[in-house]
Every structure is written in structure tokens, then in C-alpha cells.
């Protein structure tokens, strides 16, 4: 008891002698400007997540078309209509791991893309 009350002691007396000789922490915040990047990229892209056991034709209905939108390419190969890309993207059906890119255009002429992510 008295060898385990000495020890105690003993480690209390060095966690303090080490709080009282510890120098405060500095810390230094050094700002630099980043440089804005050469091109910058104006269409943005969505990440469509698939869940297991979903077919490939529910990818119509998740990637969320403003009425003004439609799918201009699959996987970088134009399509001419609606129906087409449909076939495209169920033809396509890449396996578990797999994905596929969309490229979406409004009437404004401005391109997004899409990423359909299948498990």
C-alpha cells in the first residue's frame, strides 16, 4: 500500500513539474494568395450514387432534368434524341464498379455533367 501511495505521489509530482515548465503552444498563421487556376471550367458536374439491385433504366428519372435540359452524349458519343440516349445508357449497363458519363445541355447552351456511379 505504501509502495503503491509513493508511486502515485511520484507520477502526480512529474505531471505537474512538467505543466509548470511547459511553454505555451505558438501557433503562426501565414496567409499566402493562391493563384487563381489558368482555365476555369464553367459546367459543373453530378454524382449520381446507383444502389445495388437498381436497374439502369431509373437513371433517367435520378439525374434530375430541368425541363429545359436534355442528355446530348453518353460515355463522350453524341446522341441525337431522348430515345437514343436511352439506349445508350441501357445498352450500356456497365457492371458492379462500373459508371456512367452523361453530358446534359439546357436550351441556354450551357453543358453539365453527369456521373451515374453503379454498384
Known sequence: MLLFRSLTIGLLG????????ARPARTIVVHT??????????STATIVD??????????????RLAP???????????VANDLEAGAAI????????GFVDLEV???SG??????????
Request: aromatic letters at 0%; glycine letters at 6%; charged letters at 15%.
Open 14 to 21: 512529474a505531471c505537474v513539474l512538467l505543466l509548470v515548465q
Open 50 to 63: 446507383l444502389a445495388p439491385g437498381l436497374s439502369v433504366g431509373v437513371v433517367p428519372s435520378l439525374i
Open 90 to 97: 441501357t445498352a450500356k449497363a456497365p457492371p458492379a464498379g
Open 68 to 78: 429545359d435540359e436534355r442528355v446530348v452524349a453518353v460515355d463522350d458519343r453524341a
Open 33 to 42: 494568395p493562391h493563384a487563381e487556376p489558368a482555365v476555369q471550367v464553367a
Open 105 to 107: 445541355a439546357g436550351a
Open 110 to 119: 450551357e453543358h453539365r455533367r453527369v456521373l451515374v456511379l453503379m454498384h
